[in-house]
Structures are given as C-alpha cells and as structure tokens.
C-alpha cells in the first residue's frame, strides 16, 4: 500500500514538472500586471481579459497570424500531395531499390537548416523575394516533402498489396489505382501527415526569421517584437504565446498516435 | 509476389520525378555552397567578391569565437542527449506497470513536445526571470539564495538545457515506452522464474532489449541538439558574454549580423561534416557491427 502511495506521489510530480510550466503561461495571460509580478505569486485572482485585447490591438499579430495560416495550410498541402505521389511509388518497388531512395531522403533531413537557407536568402535579395509569400510556401515545401513521403511510405505499406493486385487484375492504370485504392484507404495516414507539416511549419523558427520581411512574418517570429521594447511586456507576450501554441497542442492531441510516428522520423528534419 | 516487375514498371513515374527534382536541388545547393564557401562575398561589398580558396576555412581553425562555440556545442550535445536519455529511461521504468490513467499520462506526455519552441524558450525565460520568476521564488521557498539564471555566462548554457531537457525528455519517454510495449515479455518472467532479482532483471534482460529504440532516440536528440537554434534565440541570444553561443548560432550571427555570407557558408559546411562525424561515429559505437539495417 505504501508503495502505489509513493507511485502515485512519483506520478504526480512528473506530471507536475511537465505541465507546471504550460500551466503558468496560460494563467498568466488572464493576470493584471500587478498579478502578474506579485512575489509571493497570486494563485487565486480575478481573470481579465485585457492582454487578449491588447494582442488583437496589434495590426502586426494579427497579419502574422494569416501569415501563418496561408503558409503552413499551402506548403503541407503542397507537400502532401508531391510525397503522395513519390510514396506510392516508392512503396511499389523492390526492397533494394527502394531503401536506396529512402536513405537519400532521410540524408537530406540531417543537414543543418543554415546551409539552405543561407543561400536562399541570398538568391532572394537579388530577385527581389524576400517579402513574398510563395517564397516561404516554396522553402517549407522543401523542408516537408521528404518528411511527407517516408512518413506516408509507412501508410502505404500498410495497404494490402491483395487490393492493388486485385485491381491490377481488373485492368486499372497505375493512376487510377494510386487515385481509387490507395488514397481512400490511406486517408487516415494522409491526413495525420498533412496535420504534422503544419504543425511543423507552424512552429517553425529559424527559416521564417531569415526568409520573412515586413508583410510575410509568420507568428513566432512576431513574437519576438514583444521582446524589445521597453523590457519585456509578460502579460501581452503571454496572451499572444497561449493564442499561438494552443491551437497546435489540440491538433496534436488529437492526432497523438500518428505524432509520436512522426516524431520519430520527422525529428531528423532539417 | 507481383505478377509483372519490369524495367518499364509504370510506378516508377511516380517517384523518379521528384527524386531527380530533389537530387538536382541538393547537389547544385551542395556546389553553389562550396563555390561561394570558397570566396569572399559579403553583402557589406557587393560585386567585389574574389577567390580565396581555402581562407575561411583557415580562418575559421583561427577563430578563437568559432573554436569556442564549437566546444560548446560538443558540451551541450553531450549534456542535453545523455540527460534526456538517462531521465527519459528512469520515467519509462518507473511508469512500466498498469495503472489507471495510463493512456491519459502518455497524451499529457506529449505537451511538452508539440509546444511552439519559441513559446517553450519565452516561457523558461519567465520563469527564469532573476527578480519575479518562478525559479527563484521555489528556491526561496527552501531557503536557496538567488540564482541569475540567464544573466550569469557561467550559468546560462545550463539555464537553455534545463528548458531542452523539459521540452525533449518526454519525446524519450514516449518511444521508449512504445518499444517496451511492443517488446516481449516471456525473457522478463523466464528471468523472474529463475530467481533473479527485480534490479537483476532490469539491467540483463530489459535493457539490452531497449538498446536499439534507446540507439536510436540517442541519435536523433543528438543530431537535434547541435542544430539547436530556437531557445538559444529567445532566451539568450548567445549572451550573456556570448556564453551561450554555439556554431549553429555563431554561424547565424555571421550570416545575418555582419552579413559575411562566405564565411558563414563555411561554417555551415563545417556544421554539416561535424554533425556526420558524430552521427557515424555514434552509430558505429551504438550498434557495432551488427548486420541489421
């Protein structure tokens, strides 16, 4: 008895380690200023609304959000259905032939994010592309399609190939078998993969702060203006934070299963 | 198994496409990056760049800055992926019985990992701050005195890889459990019959079943750790005293700072081999010569 009394105890403090710091963001965020600061900190304390104000106030936040939704809703849809297309294919050839491909993406994935997108950035101040849309749609496209296929080889190696032989029998071309039998029985595994290049692209840093101008911001690095002037403003910074990460924590959540699938190849992006 | 497999087999248009595609991308990203590795091109001084061979990369050898940050990143590579594995290994043997909210543990699990990191360095900082943060009100709790957690160059680089272990460590957890579960369970009880100790079966017969899932989480939090890149922006800026400033980042600055692409190029290339070497040389010694993949 004693022992699942300690268990339990060892539980709840993981479980406290892991959610304390999400947990105070998010509390913090319906804090007056004065709540906000208070030593000793304020557990019990009437919520206001006034950061999410001041967030939505901000004509810059909100084009970031768009920003954000655009992207990442086109460069994963992009990416989806390129990788689609290259994973059926792929799942459809011969043991050797096939690893030999997948290796050559995964080694794409391992080089730093710095080595392209350098040139990138160089190649768009001479064209003139830096404060374009399609050139951050362009670049995660290209981040994301080789994460897309050999997550969505794994969906389609999943199929039966009776289904394929069957309808091979039938006299289907190849397309309308890729179109008819596997993209309706992998819709499951398609979906939670164009889920995980958003929530990628979503989240995504290093190449939005080099490739974005004034008009392209993506939300995390909007954020980051919260952090220059006049010190730091916490309780904007954490309304704007909540308004960023919850939506993805949800989608997340609900694709849970597919996310730690993911995890384990996509953490080897680039 | 399948009826037809010729040269002509029509999926091959599939794919073929898009490898040539990303085959002709990398391999002229690869020599533009040399070619310009091997220059002298700025954005400070457009149109007077010129070969210079080797320079940056001597130059770099020379560059008590880049040497420095190179260290730090072995430090935090090392630091980050051996704690993370420890930790993370700890929590999977001390969660591997049935309990009721199983299932709703892992979803909780999986928080950390989802999280913006951007978000994830903000809220560290806050929590970190030196005068109303969270940390120091604990540590005051029990009597610790204040710590300046991102304000001290000796204490910075640790304040970063608190937040890197809180946000990965449960990534480790997650897979290695998965593993667990899908491991068999006829050696753990054969183990038990035979009257070995409960630490005994742990160490003979769990362990060396978890080796290859915990292999592979090792490498990949290690090839992730040295391109680390988002806490370091937020929380510190490679401050303070550049402290905390790795190669990825000092690569960053070069690039984006003082816009000498060249040489920033050069460091990116030299990132790359160094994350190679250490990714083979950790596979090599994670799975020696065993024939399997």
């Known amino acids: 008895m004693a022992r699942r009394a300690l268990f339990y105890v060892g539980l709840a403090l993981l479980l406290l380690a892991v959610l304390f710091p999400l947990y105070w963001v998010v509390v913090t965020s319906f804090k007056t200023t004065r709540d906000a600061f208070a030593i000793p900190p304020v557990w019990l304390f009437s919520p206001t609304l006034d950061n999410y104000r001041t967030v939505f106030a901000n004509r810059g936040f909100l084009s970031a959000f768009a920003n954000s939704f655009i992207v990442s809703i086109l460069s994963s849809a992009l990416a989806v259905t390129v990788g689609s297309a290259a994973a059926y294919g792929l799942a459809q050839q011969p043991a050797e032939l096939r690893r030999a491909r997948e290796k050559f993406i995964l080694s794409l994935r391992i080089a730093p994010a710095l080595l392209f997108v350098i040139p990138m950035y160089y190649l768009a101040t001479r064209i003139g592309a830096l404060n374009k849309h399609w050139l951050l749609i362009a670049a995660y496209a290209f981040v994301n399609v080789p994460f897309a296929i050999s997550l969505l080889i794994t969906f389609f190696d999943d199929i039966p190939k009776e289904l394929r032989d069957a309808a091979r029998v039938d006299g289907a071309r190849e397309f309308s078998i890729f179109w008819h039998v596997y993209l309706p029985a992998a819709r499951g595994g398609i979906i939670a993969t164009l889920i995980l290049c958003v929530l990628f692209t979503w989240n995504e840093f290093f190449v939005a702060l080099v490739l974005t101008g004034r008009d392209t911001q993506t939300l995390p690095v909007s954020i980051t203006s919260f952090l220059t002037f006049q010190g730091i403003q916490w309780g904007a910074l954490t309304a704007a934070a909540t308004l960023i990460m919850l939506p993805m924590i949800v989608l997340g959540v609900l694709v849970q299963g597919q996310v730690v699938r993911g995890m384990t190849l996509g953490s080897v992006k680039g | ?293």
Not at chain 2, 7 to 19: G, M, Y
Not at chain 2, 248 to 258: D, E, H, L, P, S
Not at chain 2, 266 to 293: C, E, H, Q, W
Request: aromatic fraction near 12%; proline fraction near 5%.
């Open chain 2, 1 to 293: 198994m399948r009826p037809v497999a010729a040269a002509s087999d029509p999926t091959r248009h599939f794919f073929q496409p898009i490898i040539v595609c990303l085959t002709v991308a990398s391999v002229a990203l690869t020599l533009f990056v040399i070619w310009i590795s091997l220059h002298d091109l700025s954005l400070m001084r457009a149109g007077r760049e010129k070969f210079v061979g080797l320079d940056n990369y001597i130059r770099f050898l020379g560059d008590p800055r880049a040497m420095a940050a190179l260290w730090r990143t072995v430090l935090f590579t090392v630091l980050a992926t051996a704690i993370e594995i420890a930790l993370g290994l700890a929590v999977v043997l001390f969660l591997d019985r049935d309990f009721a909210m199983k299932r709703l543990v892992r979803t909780l699990l999986l928080v950390p990992i989802i999280m913006t990191p951007v978000v994830v360095g903000l809220t560290w900082r806050f929590l970190f701050d030196p005068a109303t943060g969270m940390a120091n009100y604990l540590l005051s709790l029990v009597g610790i005195a204040q710590v300046d957690w991102l304000g001290s160059p000796r204490i910075a680089l640790f304040s970063v890889l608190v937040a890197d272990i809180w946000q990965w460590t449960p990534f480790v957890i997650l897979l290695v459990m998965a593993a667990l579960e899908s491991a068999p369970t006829d050696p753990l009880n054969a183990a038990r019959v035979d009257g070995a100790r409960e630490w005994q079966v742990t160490w003979y017969v769990l362990l060396p079943m978890l080796r290859r899932a915990l292999a592979i989480v090792a490498l990949i939090r290690a090839i992730d750790s040295i391109k680390a890149f988002d806490l370091f922006y937020i929380m510190t800026r490679g401050g303070p005293a550049l402290s905390t400033e790795t190669l990825n980042y000092y690569g960053y600055i070069v690039a984006f700072t003082n816009f000498d692409i060249s040489y920033a190029l050069a460091i990116a290339i030299i990132l790359t081999v160094f994350t190679n070497v250490a990714l083979l040389t950790m596979y090599s010694v994670l799975f020696p010569k065993t024939g399997d993949r």
